[in-house]
């Protein structure tokens, strides 16, 4: 384990001491730590950045795996449905990882000062990519994460070491990716204008035409993009969508099956049902009543 890595290990240890992801004095830095193998989580992935320390994990982005451990970072540009699990993790060699957390805004800002722009390739890239973490951006987040042992500098230097962290990540081989959606303009920001309109509202009916006309692209260019940015097509992103929020409003607000497919947007329970067992494996009953055994919900 390198020296920075080393540094990182003793602080998520020291601020983390228990499993789960702990918020922190740093606006937007969050660690992580757990000590078992996890079950598969399905859940909409933050726009982060997150560098892990100890362990492994396994993330599936429709049909693409990600798998990443000690010394690699992992960055998503926009809010994702994921499924991801702890593969590798012990009481004594845990799953560590610093989150943070960012928006487009930032990165913009970060482009525009460093006068940094997005090379001209008109194929959108994927949303969600793995790097070897440099020892530039490794110094950049020790600098942000060691500001937990001086509080009363975070006001002032926590958002310039967080800049610098996004000024590295931009400037590494996977910069573009992460570029590409905080510009206002090519075909990647199209799609993410189309994401945002799903989450907002994916338990309406979004016909693809509607969608395509969003994004001034016409339906096989949308989809195309739409599959090369999320791995998966505007269907199937708002369906995971919505099974997730099924998910969560079943475990904590009713059990009324057919009340909850309506909220999220479907017409027929048998569909809905036979969707839910494909993605968490089994019906939502007996999904909703394992989940509650195991964790005592």
Same mark, same amino acid.
């Given at each position: 384990?390198?020296?920075?890595?080393?540094?990182?290990?003793?602080?998520?240890?020291?601020?983390?001491?228990? @499993?789960?992801?702990?918020? =922190?004095?740093?606006?937007? /830095? $969050?660690?992580?730590?757990?000590?078992?193998?996890?079950?598969?989580?399905?859940?909409?992935?933050?726009?982060?950045?997150?560098?892990?320390?100890?362990?492994?994990?396994?993330?599936?982005?429709?049909?693409?795996?990600?798998?990443?451990?000690?010394?690699?970072?992992?960055?998503?540009?926009?809010?994702?449905?994921? =499924?991801?699990?702890?593969?590798?993790?012990?009481? @004594?060699?845990?799953?560590?990882?610093?989150?943070?957390?960012?928006?487009?805004?930032?990165?913009? @800002?970060?482009?525009n000062d460093a006068n940094l722009k997005p090379t001209r390739d008109k194929k959108a890239k994927r949303a969600m990519f793995v790097g070897d973490v440099e020892e =530039?951006?490794?110094?950049?987040?020790?600098?942000?994460?060691?500001?937990? @042992?001086?509080?009363?500098?975070?006001?002032?230097?926590?958002?310039?070491?967080?800049?610098?962290?996004?000024?590295?990540?931009?400037?590494?081989?996977?910069?573009?990716?992460?570029?590409?959606?905080?510009?206002?303009?090519?075909?990647? *920001? *199209?799609?993410?204008?189309?994401?945002?309109?799903?989450?907002?509202n994916y338990d309406q009916a979004l016909p693809v035409e509607e969608l395509a006309r969003l994004a001034n692209l016409g339906v096989s260019s949308l989809h195309r993009?739409?599959?090369?940015?999320?791995?998966?097509?505007?269907?199937?992103?708002?369906?995971? /969508?919505?099974?997730?929020?099924?998910?969560?409003?079943?475990? =904590?607000?009713?059990?009324?099956?057919?009340?909850?497919?309506?909220?999220?947007?479907?017409? #027929?329970?048998?569909? $809905? #049902?036979?969707?839910y067992s494909r993605l968490f494996g089994s019906s939502p009953r007996a999904d909703i009543r394992r989940i509650k055994e195991r964790y005592g919900v």
């Amino acid at each position: 384990m390198s020296v920075g890595l080393r540094k990182l290990d003793g602080l998520i240890r020291k601020y983390a001491p228990t @499993d789960g992801v702990h918020v =922190t004095k740093i606006p937007s /830095l $969050f660690l992580v730590r757990e000590s078992e193998i996890s079950e598969p989580v399905v859940r909409v992935s933050e726009i982060a950045f997150c560098l892990i320390i100890q362990g492994e994990k396994e993330v599936w982005l429709g049909e693409q795996r990600f798998l990443y451990g000690a010394g690699h970072y992992v960055v998503s540009s926009v809010e994702l449905p994921v =499924t991801g699990q702890v593969i590798e993790a012990s009481a @004594d060699c845990p799953y560590l990882a610093f989150k943070v957390e960012f928006n487009p805004a930032e990165v913009l @800002d970060v482009m525009n000062d460093a006068n940094l722009k997005p090379t001209r390739d008109k194929k959108a890239k994927r949303a969600m990519f793995v790097g070897d973490v440099e020892e =530039t951006l490794l110094d950049a987040a020790v600098r942000l994460g060691s500001l937990l @042992d001086q509080p009363q500098h975070i006001p002032v230097l926590g958002p310039l070491f967080k800049k610098e962290l996004l000024y590295w990540v931009l400037q590494g081989p996977h910069g573009d990716s992460l570029k590409q959606l905080a510009v206002e303009e090519g075909s990647a *920001r *199209r799609v993410r204008t189309v994401i945002e309109h799903i989450l907002a509202n994916y338990d309406q009916a979004l016909p693809v035409e509607e969608l395509a006309r969003l994004a001034n692209l016409g339906v096989s260019s949308l989809h195309r993009q739409f599959k090369e940015v999320t791995a998966m097509s505007p269907i199937q992103f708002q369906k995971q /969508l919505r099974l997730q929020e099924a998910r969560r409003l079943l475990l =904590t607000e009713s059990t009324d099956i057919a009340g909850i497919a309506f909220r999220v947007g479907y017409e #027929s329970q048998s569909q $809905f #049902s036979r969707e839910y067992s494909r993605l968490f494996g089994s019906s939502p009953r007996a999904d909703i009543r394992r989940i509650k055994e195991r964790y005592g919900v």
